[in-house]
Every structure is written in C-alpha cells, then in structure tokens.
C-alpha cells in the first residue's frame, strides 16, 4: 500500500460511478489532485447539495428539488398529451432529438413482479389518478420493447382505455442508417411484421 | 433544458472528470441520484476531505496529508536507493510491478523551460539538498523516455554525478509480449542500439 489514506479514500469512492474501474479511478483521483483542487470542491459541493435536495416531481416522478419539476411548470407545454418513459435521462433524449411539446411521466422502471417492481413501484397510481382528472387526452409510449417494457406498456395502454384516454406507442423497427445485415433478428422481425404501406 | 438546476449543476461538474463527457456525465448523475445516494454522499465527503486536506510529502513530493508519506516514514524501505519518477501513479504502477525497497522521488512534471517548468519546479532543489544530505547512494531514473524526459533525465543525472552517487536508468525496449512490428520505428531503433550480450 502506497497511498496516503485520504488518497485511497477518494480512489474508492470513485469507484461508485457507472464504468469506474480501479484504473480510472486512480487517473480521476490524481488528475484533481494535481491539477484541479478546484474542480474537485465544486463536484463535492454539487453532489452533496444535490444528493440532500434532489427528489422527484409531484406531477412527473422526474428528479427535482422543486415539488414540481421545471417541465411540468412551464406554461409552455401542452398538458393534453403525455409522454410515458423509463426514466429520466429518456426525457432528455426526447427533448433532443423530437419537437414533442407535451409533458413527460417517469415510471424509473418496468414492471416485474418477480423483482418486486409491482404498479405502485412505478407510480402507476399517480397516473391513474392524473388520467382521471380529465386533462390528459393522448397518451404516448416510449417504453423499451424488452419482455418487461412490453408487459408494462400493455398495462398502461389498459389503464389509459379505461379512462377513456387515446393511445399510441413510438415505433419500433430498423434504426435510421442500420445496415439490414448487422440488425438482430427481433428487430427485424418486427419491423417487417410492422411495415407500413408507402405512395 | 428539461432538467433542474441541481441536476444540471452536478452534470456540469462531473466534466471536471478526465475522460468524462456529456454522456458519462449524465450516466453518473442519473445513476447516483437514482440508485445511490450513499455513494454520492460518500464521493462528496472524500473529495471534500482530500480536496482540503492532501499537500505533498516534504521528503518525497509523493501526495499525501501527512507531512511525510507513508512510504518516507516505513522503516521496512532502503533510504539508501532512491527512484526518480514523474507522477504519483508511476509510484503505485512500480510497487505493483517490481520488487523495489527504496524510496522515491516525484517530480511532478518534466523538465520544460517553454511552459516556464524549471529544476525548481520539479522540486530538484529539495533532491539536491537530499543527495547533499549523504544517506542516498543510488539514484534509479523511471523517467518516460520522452524528448522532455530525456532532457530531464540528464539533469538529474548529472545532479547525482556531482553530488557522488551511483545512478542507473531502468530499460527502454521493446515490451514484453510485443510484436516487433508493431513497435513503433524509435523504439526499435532504441532497442537495437542497447542490445546487450547474452551467454
């Protein structure tokens, strides 16, 4: 052992993050220590500060320190049609790539009862009951077609008929650019089960 | 922008990170907040304390809180052969690797008079006094072979020689496992040129 114990300390903190081996760790540990003390205090400060305050939005279940996250205040949305994803960073990459200018629902999950990941797990009731005010009419499903994402939004397109709500789901099938060849054989059964009729 | 200011700050401070971009930044926000926010509370408290707390060694230039580092202060060391390397990693990288007993000295850089990185900036003033000083013996350069690095390399050695102590240089070569034809043309021809006599 040759590190001093605060250097070790912070090396396997590190460790907490998505795709951090003992390698990266060790070149993140040095990299602030030696060449920005600065940088190191402003991420201590913003992860202590967001990890307090940070929860989730009364209305959408997306992370907030606000009751209500910005997305669900602005008036600037249109709060008719509803879009239904996974989670959080799925909103954003909606907001990038689409013109959608409705609202978002975050269920942080799938439904997987074995997991323990029943309906109320994903906030299912708090949709229910938002569906049943009345002013949602259009319902969106960007779910992941896996085996879960599929069951879950079957269970959502229910709830949303039963409230008398319309339906539709983002399609799924060759991505833009994806060579025929290198495409796996679900998605490509789905997408020629899914053709659409053209001119 | 669909995320809250809290959220958006930690992204931006994970930049600080090297080799993190937009995407890990997210990954590791979503990821922290969503599932582990023990982890995030722990990451900030270390940053924070090593942030404040870690100087460098007064013997060695090593990083540490302490006033001399652990491998300084071990009585198990010989404080009679002392290696020379750049970084605080390159430390770990050989106590890993060799079975080396002595004691190290880090530069924290190389020479590089045009980014104004002199012998002093290189704490060679603290190594001069310390090869004044008699207990060395035996100077071991673990310095890259670099046009800066050789340049340093060749001041300290020169340091040694004036003050009288034996100095070596580890081996520059092919690697272990390397095929020569993908070794790149400089170090082939350097290792051509110090072939050494077998049997």
């Given amino acids: 052992m040759s590190y001093s114990p605060l250097v070790q300390q912070l090396m396997e903190a590190f460790r907490c993050l998505p795709g951090v081996g003992p ?63 996974e989670n959080p960073s799925d909103v954003q990459a909606l907001e990038e790539a689409t013109d959608f200018r409705g609202r978002y629902f975050v269920l942080k999950g799938r439904l997987s009862p074995l997991d323990g990941v029943g309906p109320a797990e994903l906030g299912l009731d708090v949709l229910e009951q938002r569906l049943a005010d009345g002013e949602v009419t259009e319902l969106i499903l960007a779910i992941s077609p896996t085996v879960e994402g599929e069951a879950t939004a079957q269970y959502v397109g229910e709830m949303a008929r039963q409230a008398g709500v319309g339906v539709s789901r983002i399609a799924h099938g060759v991505p833009l650019g994806g060579d025929l060849e290198y495409v796996d054989a679900g998605t490509l059964s789905h997408a020629f089960a899914g053709r659409t009729s053209v001119g």
Same sequence: chains 1, 2.
């Fill in 23 to 85: 390698k990266s760790a060790q070149r993140m540990t040095f990299s602030l220590l030696q060449h920005d003390r600065q940088g190191a205090r402003s991420l201590a400060a913003a992860l202590q500060q967001a990890a307090e305050a940070v929860g989730e939005c009364r209305l959408c279940r997306n992370l907030t320190e606000a009751e209500v996250c910005p997305l669900c205040q602005s008036e600037r949305r249109d709060g008719q049609v509803l879009c239904i994803v």
